[in-house]
């Protein structure tokens, strides 16, 4: 137990020693530690709680999802019915989270079903081998066709949703200017926002929480807006309010002339007559084709510019716009203006988000955590190695130099795994002081029981440490347990508790048995003590 | 004023450090050598004790409850700092009460400039959880600067709460069988019995303090399981040993011996962990004050209490010992006649 040959010796320091040596970046301000090569970048990364920030869960709406998927089935299996000439009595429906539509003629039925199964498509395009389908279509009897999503055609349509979602987020996102936002996905159908140093989410809550779903479209002018409201609606038009108040009913047409999906470009800017903001956005080579075509055949009317089924403004056309760019006025503000420019540069959410988490702390909060957590943290440390100093005298001293190697490689670890330490994290550590130098008492008062057991000093020191070795392992595998369960379930600062703490259990463990073993064989090749001053 | 303290006690540290080197330093004895301290005996006192306060702790949690906090509640939470003076909690209960947003608390927090601020789970859906908040920042106005701002869904709270209690019971599970394979199924059996009295008395401990319970609170749970174990297993290791050495001795005696031989280290270990955890609750800051005092109740005052007076003696009980009789090399028929 106390013999280490020279290699062995020398490893134990060296890893101790690199170990260390990872947390240096950290003690050098961001900037300067940004100019080293990037394997010497890796630093503890500040929480949330402690840097201050907003933390926000985001859920994509799956009901909507689940909706738009059934009404893009209605809409092709109406179109593929007339197409193929087959009656059905009724309409379309969605019912029961499908589509149902009851064919006429009893004959009609399989050639029906035919037609209508070449809709559904195989998951995961030409990839998928699983031999699902994204549609199940079935025959319900009584003339009735089903259509329906299947469960794994519908978490596939989820998952493309989030990623797209992410996108789109990132780039809301980024276009705050923000530091390092760390967006990402969360289960099913979460997504998962932080962004350091934001005080107040308000504006970004704004940001994220419209689809953006922009569009151009004619306004119906063969119905004045009241009649519209007593119910007097054409079918192929609908009644939408405008975006800003007071709520000015409009009965636009629901065909879409051109869609947000193809403008390239849009900046807030001043209107050069009137000087208030409005938002200039470009098309792309379609997107101008379409809007230069359709200007040019209702110069004269009015078309409406609708933003999440909100009408912006609609203006009158005068003449034909061909050079596939525009601008958008409508009552804005320089920052409304702005926040639209932003949304349609970014594209549109495939489904509303809503807010489920929210979690904010302010810089000054974090500064006091910090310095507080250090205080104590010191304070700590300080009481456990006076502790020590008394209890053990000269181990006292080893069990010391042990702890604040162990401190040390935690850190070390924490940096080089880029961990992020939060206010319970800093608890974790404090308590790692405090546990850590149980492995040096477990050994101490293993060597004092040997020794009143009669054995000689270098004997009762070997056999503390052999003695002592197995129990430490067990006993600290157990909360080494616990500390795995806490970072698997907890999220934010309740994880970065468990990170330092687990990472102090292994420092701990590892200092128990190499360092505290190597120090004491040292002291005792060169002293060969007769007895243990313990 | 903090810095120079700490100087001091750097020094003060280095002095003890030199002095102890060289050996100058009276040893200390915390522990006297060899204790001799009946406690198997104790089981007949401390298991119904022990059966009595566990039973108190489960009534008052089905009828105090816990005062769950909004990460399990859901609801808004606003801290608030007055941007001068004290914080005048009367105004601010006023105007926040004319928001019609339910039940508000208004509470002191840390100093007499900062309030906590809570509020109720909105009845709906996210989406009222989110105007609360905007109504509230704006009845709150420019006399204070938020510092902290938690909103949670009613949904989100939920699972929250599941995926807490489902870590707790897994965690328990993982130990279990940790301690099935390392020792025999007697211990891991007794090391839960112990688990589960340290949870319920400090859940005891929660109802009746009416501490915050939240996910720091499951945070708090799994540190103390942790460490109590870590003790348990340190006294289970010993009785291991002792029974691969001594096959005659009489199970109780053989606890005794244990439990004895390894207080100093559970002493000593312990008033370390509680210097640590007295630092971080006295200069720790609020935001952790509720999470230190629940670890200090359950790892210094019920973990020590449960290796030493339940873990270890409830072993007569689950049997362990009983057959050491047979193992062929030390089979006496003195021993035999007793049972």
Known sequence: ?534 | MTQTVLIGLGVLIAILTVVAALGLLPSLRIVPDATHFDFTRFRRISFPISAALSIVAITLFFTHGLNLGIDFKGGTLLEVKARSGTADIAAMRTKLDALGLGEVQLQQFGGPENVLIRVAEQPGSDAAQQAALQKLRGALGDSVDIQRTEVLGPRVAGELLAYGMLGLMLAIVAILIYLWFRFEWQFALGAMIANVHDIVLTIGFMSISQVDFDLTSIAALLTILGYSLNDTVVIYDRIREMLRRYKKMPMPQLLNESINSTLSRSIITHVTVTLALLALLLFGGHAIHSFTAVMMFGVVLVGTYTSIFIAAPILIYLGVGEHREDAPDTATPAKKSKA
Do not use: H
């Open chain 1, 1 to 534: 137990m106390l013999y280490f040959t020279r290699w062995k010796a020398l490893g134990i320091i060296l890893t101790a020693l690199i170990v260390c040596l990872c947390a240096v970046p950290n003690f050098f301000p961001e900037a300067q530690v940004k100019t080293w090569p990037a394997w010497a970048q890796r630093r503890l990364v500040l929480g949330l709680d402690l840097q201050g920030g907003s933390y926000l869960l985001l859920e994509v709406d799956s009901n909507y999802v689940k909706k738009e998927r059934l009404d893009q089935i209605r809409d092709d299996v109406r179109r593929t019915l007339r197409d193929a000439k087959i009656g059905f009595t009724g309409g379309v429906a969605v019912r029961n989270d499908a589509v149902e539509v009851r064919i006429t003629k009893e004959t009609d039925v399989q050639p029906a079903l035919a037609k209508l199964r070449e809709l559904s498509q195989p998951l995961g395009g030409l990839m998928g081998s699983s031999g699902q389908r994204d549609l199940e279509v079935v025959d319900a009897g009584g003339g009735v066709i089903r259509l329906g999503v299947p469960p794994a055609a519908m978490l596939d349509r989820m998952r493309k949703t989030i990623e797209q979602s992410i996108q789109i987020v990132e780039r809301r996102v980024n276009e705050l200017g923000t530091v390092e936002p760390v967006i990402q996905r969360q289960g099913n159908d979460r997504i998962l926002v932080q962004v350091p140093g934001l005080q107040d989410p308000t504006r970004l809550k704004e940001l994220l929480g419209k689809t953006a779903k922009m569009e151009f479209r004619m306004v119906d002018t063969s119905v004045p807006p009241d009649q519209a409201q007593a119910g007097r609606l054409p079918p192929e038009s609908e009644l939408l309010t405008s975006a800003s108040p007071p709520p000015t009913p409009y009965v636009v047409k629901k065909q879409v002339l051109v869609a947000g999906g193809d403008l390239t470009d849009a900046q807030a800017t001043f209107d050069q007559r009137t000087g208030e903001p409005v938002v200039s956005f470009k098309f792309n080579t379609s997107g101008a084709r379409k809007f230069s075509q359709a200007t040019t055949e209702n110069v004269g009317l009015p078309f409406a510019i609708v933003l999440d089924n909100k009408v912006i403004s609609a203006p009158v056309i005068r003449e034909p716009i061909t050079g596939g760019q525009g601008q958008i006025s409508g009552s804005f503000t320089v920052q409304s203006a702005n926040d639209l420019a932003i949304l349609l540069r970014a594209g549109a959410l495939p489904a509303p988000l809503t807010v489920v988490e929210e979690r904010t702390v302010g810089p000054g909060l974090g500064q006091d955590s910090i310095e507080k957590g250090e205080l104590a943290a010191y304070v700590g440390s300080i009481l456990v190695v006076v502790f020590m100093l008394v209890t053990y005298r000269l181990f006292g001293v080893f069990a010391n130099i042990a702890v604040t190697i162990n401190v040390a490689m935690i850190f070390g670890l924490l940096s080089l795994l880029n961990a992020t330490l939060t206010l319970p994290g800093i608890a974790g550590i404090v308590l790692t002081v405090g546990i850590a130098v149980d492995s040096n008492v477990l050994i101490y008062e293993r060597i004092r029981e040997e020794l009143r057991g009669g054995r000689n000093a270098i004997s009762a020191i070997d056999a503390g440490f052999k003695r002592a070795l197995a129990t430490i392992l067990d006993s600290n595998i157990t909360t080494f347990i616990a500390a795995a369960v806490l970072f698997y379930i907890g999220t934010g600062p309740v994880r970065g508790f468990a990170v330092t703490l687990g990472i102090g259990i292994i420092t701990t463990v590892f200092t128990a048995f190499t360092l505290t073993r190597l120090i004491v064989a040292w002291w005792v090749r060169w002293k060969r003590p007769q007895s243990v001053p313990i």
